[in-house]
């Protein structure tokens, strides 16, 4: 009877064992097929997004590209503008000197002209 008592225990624990192990399995499996289904939702996510970044990233682009060619021709045209100021002014400073010199050596020459006539009297 303690051979048949023994084989009865050892039948039971491994019985235990079994259903123990097939609920674990169980368990996992679960885990494992949720966890598939998030990875497939999260994979068409990302694919989605990146349909969306692909449509509106490139018109975004395009738009940014020609706002830069717009704000680029305003910059060389003012850069024109400028340089045309820069050279009227320089001709202006130019012609102002030279008659500067002019009305400066004539005034400087008249009045040695007047002192010596006055230095001689």
Known sequence: MNIELSQIVLN???TFLVVVTAI???VVG???VRLLMDLSVLSKNVNETSIILNTEL???LKEL???MRSINSII???DQGVESVKN???SAITKTKAFSETLLGGFFKGFMTVFSLLKRK
Do not use: R
Request: proline residues 5%; glycine residues 10%.
């Open 12 to 14: 039971n624990g491994l």
């Open 65 to 67: 590209n020609d706002t």
């Open 76 to 78: 060389q045209s003012t």
């Open 58 to 60: 490139k018109p975004t």
């Open 30 to 32: 679960y885990f494992l």
């Open 24 to 26: 674990v399995i169980g």
């Open 88 to 90: 009227s002014l320089e």
